[in-house]
């Protein structure tokens, strides 16, 4: 099984049908991962909150899982147009999105790990870009990592 980290950007997307190409018949974790509200909050350091009275944080987190759970149901409908046997998959962040993405491989025993350069986390990112090359620096497994579409001529469909 390989994993495949998803966040709809064309980079992700360019990954998924990388995958296919690399990794045809074989089975396939399309990880969404998302952020908790809390988590959104302490990372940006909370000083537009100045209170929380009244916000349903609960609420917001459901919602974030639900949009998750839809983006990585997408990915693994490409993934399985691609030629690979896809599960989706939706996990909150960890410490970070590529802590995720390796407690992920590390969960199912991944053969491999999926990723394109960049792409959008929580509100946006610079994914190599962060996310990827975190990855890369700590992960205990083979590592794709898939240039932008733009980068490569490739064209993500």
Do not use: N
């Not at 390989?2 to 950007?9: H, K, N, T």
């Not at 995958?19 to 018949?25: C, S, W």
């Not at 974030?64 to 993934?79: F, H, L, P, V």
């Not at 992960?139 to 469909?157: K, L």
């Amino acid at each position: 099984m390989i994993v495949i980290g998803y966040d709809g950007s064309p980079d992700a997307q360019a990954a998924i049908d990388r995958a296919g190409e690399l990794f045809g018949g074989e089975s396939a974790r399309v990880l969404t991962v998302w952020e908790p509200f809390i988590e959104l909050i302490a990372r940006s350091g909370g000083g537009v909150w100045t209170s929380l009275e009244g916000v349903d944080i609960e609420a917001i987190d459901a919602a974030s899982a639900t949009a998750a759970k839809t983006r990585a149901d997408e990915g693994a409908q490409r993934a399985t147009r691609a030629g690979l046997t896809a599960q989706p998959c939706a996990r909150p962040r960890d410490a970070t999105v590529a802590d995720a993405i390796l407690a992920e491989a590390e969960q199912v025993d991944a053969t491999a790990i999926v990723v394109g350069t960049r792409g959008l986390t929580g509100l946006k990112s610079l994914m190599l870009g962060s996310v990827s090359h975190a990855v890369l620096r700590h992960a205990d497994r083979p590592v794709v990592v898939v240039p932008a579409p733009e980068t490569s001529g490739a064209t993500a469909s």
